[in-house]
């Protein structure tokens, strides 16, 4: 068997994001820059992802102002430090089943990731799905983690957020 590259669409691919907190949640979408899965006798083997982390949006906080100024937050070092890494990159080493195991690098820092990854192909239009849970302590990203500060009560945020990835990919 030979192998198959799929060239990912990003108009057709998005990243849903939850950030979860004492008093709540946010959400939103980052954009799927580029990337390619890889595919072998029609199983997903290999594949890199590039997320635009400029391209992070708030979708649950309305009032442009607040919005903004969420967005700035998120850009900012406290999170993403979006000037310094527009990029974060998901590279996937291994595949047993629908069990995925990959790399994913934040701010230039890289750790270990897995998850489940549902993949349909439909001529040579490939859709993968996924959620991935990440700590975000792991990148640098300690803002009101209550790992690194106290007595945050209700201004807590978790470490956990979660990513339902949802991919759209052409046989190349």
């Avoid at 990243?15 to 799927?32: E, F, L, S």
């Avoid at 807590?156 to 990919?169: C, K, M, Q, R, W």
């Amino acid at each position: 068997m030979e192998n198959q590259k799929f060239e990912i669409v990003s108009t057709q691919s998005n990243i849903d994001w939850v950030g979860k907190k004492v008093t709540g949640a946010h959400n939103g979408t980052i954009a799927v820059k580029k990337g390619e899965l890889i595919l072998n006798g029609g199983n997903l083997t290999g594949g890199k992802f590039v997320i635009d982390t400029t391209s992070i949006k708030i979708l649950d906080v309305t009032d442009p102002a607040t919005n903004a100024q969420f967005f700035g937050h998120l850009a900012s070092d406290d999170f993403f430090s979006t000037e310094k890494y527009p990029e974060a990159i998901l590279e996937i080493t291994s595949v047993s089943g629908k069990h995925v195991e990959g790399n994913l690098t934040i701010k230039g820092i890289t750790h270990p990731v897995s998850f489940d990854a549902t993949v349909n192909i439909n001529g040579d239009v490939l859709i993968a799905t996924g959620k991935l849970v990440i700590d975000r302590t792991k990148y640098e990203m300690k803002f009101r983690s209550g790992n690194f500060f106290k007595d945050l009560g209700d201004t807590l945020i978790y470490n956990d957020f979660e990513l339902n990835v949802s991919v759209t990919a052409k046989a190349a």
